[in-house]
């Protein structure tokens, strides 16, 4: 037994060895005849001794694992995306807004923008134990059999790796192996793919392991997350990254680089925009990032994306085609969208049939009509535009757009607020789209999460009559429900708990969900926690709504508006006596007080009992302001260990009152 597990740990380090040697450092160990006649030998050893068998084996990179479901898993560290740029001009405004943040100066990491999808991947004492796709951003689903089939992801690390880490990347489709696989399906009278980053995305997500093995993925990975900070910025990471065997962009030609000014930025950006083409896969932008870990933790996040990173993206590629309709869609507020209805034309790898035209101003300003051929970018955006017309071709018989003046869906007369760019449907209550849009709204994950309800079942349940506002759904049976097309016992009962489940969400979200105009998910934080119940925020005027901190007049008459409608008060009612939570809950408010009201607070540095973001939620709880930089307004700097010099200079200089991590604290309790 022991001489078998010494030959299969030989054959396990030499092919980790040849792997790592070719798909990473593109550099030929041994001949594939020798590389497959290890393989086959490791396998029969492992089949005949499976106790000595490694979850990590080389073996696993031919796959075989039959996955039925995928597991959803929660990301610890939000996978967020990226603010985009298309221009010098916008890079230098993203540059002076942090400046502000900051009195450091600012050195950059400049990186390719894989086209691919997103992967983060977990390994334990330097096993490979987890791989999860980015999902929504706050959860994923579990691809690690899959993943184990991608020759340049390492299922071992080598050297001095840390104990925990995730590091997290892009996998993509080469494209040789993409038009390999293409010419592969057509020899067998099968239909081609549209483009390497969908096709990649649906090859992930293969139930048999051994298909996805079988076409020949690649990963890039750079995004390093430890629980000790080692390193002091992201390139420093990077680079142990790839000492423990990790394929990182680091010694690739060009792939990443260290940029001291925007100028320099321009040149990584400019140069891979002409040489793209040249690359062995797809990429369609460069990724900024700024490099010092203590600088990004001072800058912090938005709601949807890091401050101190941005996706600066290469011009859309442009498309000229004819414009054969335009017809008009109905959102849940009642703002109506023209669409124009395309001859269908291959762009970016995909083909368009549909682009936003946005409003009327917008048509009017391209002067855009039915029969003309126009040009079409995607841009960032997920539905394309249209970004103006080839007059050269318009036909002398075209007529200028008259547009729509009632509601496609339930023909009411649109209006048109002063100082608004759309048109609005008024009847709110009995539009479909308006009716069925607020349910898909009121159940969405940032607001009631409903398990076992989507669009789709809302727009059945709306389609027989069962429901017409959210109100109803809390009164929906199982006679009703069994009764529908593709639902069974299971999936009743799991609606049904899910519906009952969801009266525990806490007020914040119940707020964002009911849907008032203008109140977004940070609103609805703010104003959930300035009044603390539902009576409070309807009982508000004008005057007391504008004085809470960042509610301004257009959120605080949209408000105002949303509680003078009986019809919305009396939805409410109902929602109260389904149970939903329409005030703070007893922990809520045993940690919200004013005891720091009128204070503004600067946080810099790193802390021993808290987190940066305990830190800032003790404030908001008590009533303080956060400010990311250091200002005359600034009453108190909680100072923790290896803080900014220029940061420490301007506190000094205004006289700032400098507290530690535990001065805090006892400021809290007194």
């Not at 049976?477 to 299971?490: H, P, S, T, V, Y």
Request: net charge negative; hydrophobic share 35%.
């Amino acid at each position: 037994m022991e001489s078998v597990q010494a030959e299969i740990k030989v054959l396990t380090d030499e092919l980790n060895e040849a792997n790592h040697q070719y798909y990473v450092l593109s550099n030929s160990l041994m001949s594939d005849f020798d590389f497959d006649q290890k393989l086959k030998r490791l396998q029969l050893l492992e089949e005949e001794n499976p106790s000595l068998a490694d979850e990590n084996s080389p073996s696993k990179r031919v796959g075989g694992d039959i996955t039925k479901k995928f597991k959803s898993i929660k990301h610890e560290i939000p996978m967020l995306s990226l603010a985009n740029t298309y221009s010098k001009e916008e890079l230098e405004e993203w540059e002076a807004r942090n400046q502000k943040l900051t009195d450091d100066k600012i050195t950059y990491v400049c990186e390719l923008k894989y086209d691919g999808v997103a992967i983060g991947i977990k390994y334990k004492n330097g096993k490979l134990v987890q791989a999860v796709t980015r999902g929504d951003g706050s959860k994923g689903e579990e691809v690690t059999s899959n993943v184990k089939t991608i020759r340049s992801v390492p299922l071992k690390l080598r050297g001095n790796y840390p104990e925990e880490l995730e590091i997290r990347g892009e996998i993509f489709y080469p494209l040789a192996n993409f038009q390999q696989l293409n010419e592969d399906r057509e020899e067998l009278g099968e239909a081609t793919f549209a483009n390497p980053r969908n096709t990649a995305s649906g090859t992930l997500k293969m139930h048999d392991s051994a298909v996805v093995a079988s076409r020949g993925l690649d990963c890039m990975l750079y995004g390093v997350y430890t629980n000790n900070k080692e390193y002091p910025g992201h390139y420093e990471s990077v680079e142990a990254a790839a000492s423990w065997g990790i394929k990182t962009p680091v010694g690739k030609p060009r792939y990443i680089a260290i940029c001291e000014s925007i100028d320099q930025i321009m040149d990584f950006v400019n140069h891979w925009d002409k040489q793209r083409s040249k690359l062995p896969f797809e990429i369609d932008g460069v990724v900024v990032k700024i490099n010092n870990y203590r600088i990004q933790e001072e800058l912090g996040f938005t709601a949807k994306s890091p401050r101190w990173a941005i996706s600066y993206k290469f011009k859309a590629e442009a498309a000229l085609t004819r414009l054969n309709e335009i017809t008009y869609q109905v959102g849940r507020t009642g703002a109506i969208t023209p669409v124009a209805n395309l001859e269908a034309v291959s762009l970016a790898g995909t083909t368009v049939k549909r682009a936003s035209l946005h409003n009327a101003d917008q048509i009017e300003k391209l002067d855009i009509r039915v029969g003309d051929f126009v040009y079409v970018e995607k841009g960032g955006e997920i539905i394309p535009k249209i970004t103006g017309v080839e007059l050269s071709k318009r036909d002398l018989l075209v007529q200028p757009v008259h547009y729509l003046e009632h509601c496609p869906e339930c023909h009411t007369m649109l209006v048109r607020k002063e100082g608004e760019a759309q048109h609005y449907c008024p009847n709110d209550l009995g539009c479909p789209p308006q009716i069925t849009g607020r349910m898909q709204h009121f159940i969405s994950r940032k607001a009631m999460d409903i398990d076992g309800l989507g669009s789709e079942t809302i727009e059945l349940l709306f389609q027989e009559k069962l429901v017409q506002s959210p109100a109803d759904l809390f009164e929906l049976n199982f006679g009703q429900l069994i009764q529908l097309e593709r639902f069974a016992e299971k999936s009743v009962n799991n609606l049904l708990s899910g519906v009952v489940d969801s009266k525990q969400v806490p007020f914040e979200r119940v707020l964002y969900g009911i849907g008032i105009r203008f109140v977004g998910e940070t609103v609805a934080k703010k104003l959930a926690k300035h009044y603390t119940n539902i009576d409070n925020i309807k009982a508000a005027s004008l005057e007391d709504l504008v004085n809470v901190d960042e509610i301004g007049n257009k959120i605080a008459e949209s408000v105002v508006g949303f509680f003078a409608d009986d019809r919305n008060l009396l939805e409410l009612e109902r929602l109260k006596a389904q149970g939903l939570q329409f005030e703070l809950s007893e922990e809520q408010l045993a940690n919200t007080t004013n005891k720091l009201e009128g204070l503004t607070f600067v946080i810099s540095g790193v802390f021993e009992l808290h987190s940066r973001d305990e830190l800032k939620a003790m404030i908001e709880n008590n009533g303080a302001k956060n400010a990311s930089s250091i200002s005359a307004k600034t009453s108190y700097l909680i100072r923790g260990e290896n803080m900014g010099p220029s940061k420490l200079a301007k506190a000094e200089k205004l006289d700032v009152k400098m507290i530690s991590e535990t001065e805090f604290v006892e400021l809290l309790n007194s």
